[in-house]
């Protein structure tokens, strides 16, 4: 496929418009920090299509200069209306502009793209992009606030102006040690390290055997079977609750550890099955007869030659298992009781009875956990595609 290869210049009203455009959009939150959205959506536009306009109006040669001369300029704005973690902000907002200012007036964004790709495609291949990157933004801005205060020093939800400086005595790990010397924050801890793993378990052990066994064409009605065991990630969790908290409450689980286990078990099971299923799109069976054919029996055949190519997907479904009973909560008010109160039951019902910045360190720690999970599942990801020749080694 041919693509083009020069940047052509585009004019000034186009870069002018499109980077006010950019603009608006960044001050639409100086404006909300300030009081006033409508006037930083008025203020960005018309600030950066000015410096788009006058960035382009100097020599190209110039432009490695013109681009810090606008970070140092940013810089100093930044640091006047919010001293050092506006001069922050600014280096950042600074450097992007500064790039993307010439990404479009030079018509860089067109160097990638197919030549014969019409304007309007153009448009919503960077449109659809950066409404994307708007909603990551908006959906991790919360993380990226509660984390830092979880450092604050005083017992406050807010950011203190000992913080807003980077003043060193503003930041203190007291809420972690909070949580590792309170006897309810580690009983709850200790009861989700116990249920999440037997759920887990339960989970991999049952949705394994269920996705081979639906992979298997000769299998009736496989596909209402299918829409039953993976029901409870559709099915709305507080009407999941109610029928586990009346079902169990007539067979004696209710209040109890193996209820509560599984209960998450049945949450966790579809996430296990949609995964190895996947898998098990690739797999070869003609790897099973072969064994088959060899002497091995279905439970050698299975241990020794489907296992290991399915693994990267029972290991992912198994994390998703996990995070799914560690992060539940609404199930297990149901279901459990004071003894099976886990972290996000003790996190509920600090917020509803004694709000503590505790609940803060806690949070960052799951988000960490849960990073570190979604990183390993990743990881696992590519592996397997790997093994079924989907991807480059």
Request: charged residues 10%.
């Amino acid at each position: 496929m041919a693509v083009e290869t020069q940047a052509i210049k585009k004019p000034l009203g186009f870069t002018a418009a499109v980077i006010g455009a950019f603009g608006a959009l960044f001050g639409v939150f100086v404006g909300a920090a300030n009081g006033s959205v409508l006037g930083g959506i008025v203020a960005g536009f018309v600030i950066m299509a000015a410096v788009a306009a006058g960035a382009m109006s100097v020599d190209r040669k110039m432009e490695a200069p013109v681009k810090w001369g606008f970070v140092i300029l940013m810089v100093l704005a930044g640091f006047v209306l919010g001293g050092l973690p506006g001069a922050v902000v600014g280096a950042i907002f600074g450097y992007i502009f500064g790039l993307l200012i010439y990404w479009v007036g030079m018509g860089r964004y067109r160097v990638p793209l197919p030549p014969y790709l019409t304007a309007g495609q153009v448009l919503w291949h960077y449109a659809f992009r950066t409404i994307c990157g708007a909603i990551f933004v908006f959906l991790i801005t919360p993380i990226l606030v509660v984390m830092p205060l979880s450092f604050n020093a005083e017992n406050f939800f807010t950011f203190t102006p000992e913080m807003l400086r980077f003043d060193p005595e503003g930041y203190s790990l007291r809420h972690y040690r909070e949580f590792f010397q309170s006897s309810d924050w580690q009983q709850a801890l200790r009861n989700s390290l116990i249920i999440a793993p037997l759920a887990t378990l339960l989970s991999v052990s049952f949705g394994t055997l269920a996705a081979i066994g639906l992979s298997s064409e000769h299998v009736p009605f496989r596909r209402a079977i299918m829409a039953v065991l993976i029901s409870p990630m559709i099915v709305p969790l507080i009407i999941s609750a109610a029928g586990m908290y009346f079902f169990y409450s007539r067979i004696g689980l209710q209040g109890t550890l193996a209820g509560v286990v599984l209960a998450h078990a049945a949450l966790g099971i579809p996430f296990v099955i949609i995964t190895v299923t996947a898998t098990l799109v690739g797999f070869d069976r003609s790897l099973t007869r072969a064994a088959a054919n060899m002497g091995a029996n279905p439970v050698t055949t299975f241990f020794r030659v489907q296992m290991p190519l399915i693994l990267p997907g029972v290991i992912s479904g198994g994390l998703f298992a996990f995070i799914t009973s560690f992060d539940e909560v609404v199930v297990v008010l149901f279901v459990g009781s004071a003894k099976q109160q886990t972290l996000p039951w003790q996190m509920f019902t600090g917020l509803r009875e004694q709000i503590s910045p505790v609940i803060l360190a806690v949070a960052t720690i799951l988000v960490v956990i849960s990073i570190g999970l979604l990183a390993t599942v990743e990881v696992l990801r590519r592996r397997s595609e790997r093994l079924r020749g989907m991807s480059p080694g």
